[in-house]
């Protein structure tokens, strides 16, 4: 599933209650991530994106958070929202548009630059 708004939010919850290298380790781990596979150095967003990257592609995002539900049950609204718009692919459309369009510029960049060379060698 692509990145998409319920990501984001997960992202910033997440990082806001485990902001340790330790606990985002730990935390993903317990949901079932290999410890090879995992690219936490870094701030702790930065971290949260990669482990929820690979969750997502392991279908484990759901396992995160019920985790930190479990952990901070002050917050389980929160990441229940959160987790029903990743699921619910809120956003998702909007990502792939905006990936689709930054594609779209480095192509043309590189397709213009090209004809520049072309005319100016010709």
Same mark, same amino acid.
């Given at each position: 599933?692509?990145?998409?708004?319920?990501?984001?939010? /997960?992202?910033?919850? /997440? &990082?806001?209650?485990?902001?340790?290298?330790?606990?985002? $380790? %730990? @935390? +993903?781990?317990? *949901?079932? =991530?290999?410890?090879?596979?995992?690219? =936490?150095?870094? #701030?702790?967003?930065?971290?949260?994106?990669? @482990?929820? $990257?690979?969750? +997502?592609? %392991? !279908?484990?995002? &759901?396992? =995160?958070?019920?985790?930190?539900? #479990? !952990?901070?049950?002050? $917050?389980?609204? @929160? /990441?229940? %929202?959160?987790? *029903?718009?990743? !699921?619910?692919?809120?956003?998702?459309?909007?990502? &792939?548009?905006? !990936?689709?369009? $930054?594609? /779209? &510029?480095?192509?043309?960049?590189?397709?213009?630059?090209?004809? =520049?060379?072309?005319?100016?060698? *010709?």
């Amino acid at each position: 599933m692509p990145w998409n708004n319920g990501l984001t939010q /997960l992202q910033y919850e /997440l &990082a806001d209650l485990y902001f340790r290298e330790e606990n985002i $380790r %730990r @935390v +993903a781990v317990e *949901a079932g =991530i290999s410890p090879a596979v995992l690219d =936490i150095d870094g #701030a702790a967003l930065t971290a949260w994106y990669n @482990v929820l $990257r690979e969750a +997502a592609n %392991r !279908e484990k995002v &759901a396992t =995160i958070v019920e985790i930190a539900k #479990a !952990e901070f049950p002050t $917050r389980q609204a @929160v /990441l229940t %929202r959160a987790l *029903a718009q990743h !699921e619910n692919g809120v956003g998702a459309w909007e990502a &792939a548009l905006a !990936e689709f369009n $930054r594609l /779209l &510029a480095t192509y043309f960049t590189q397709i213009i630059g090209g004809v =520049i060379v072309a005319v100016v060698t *010709a």
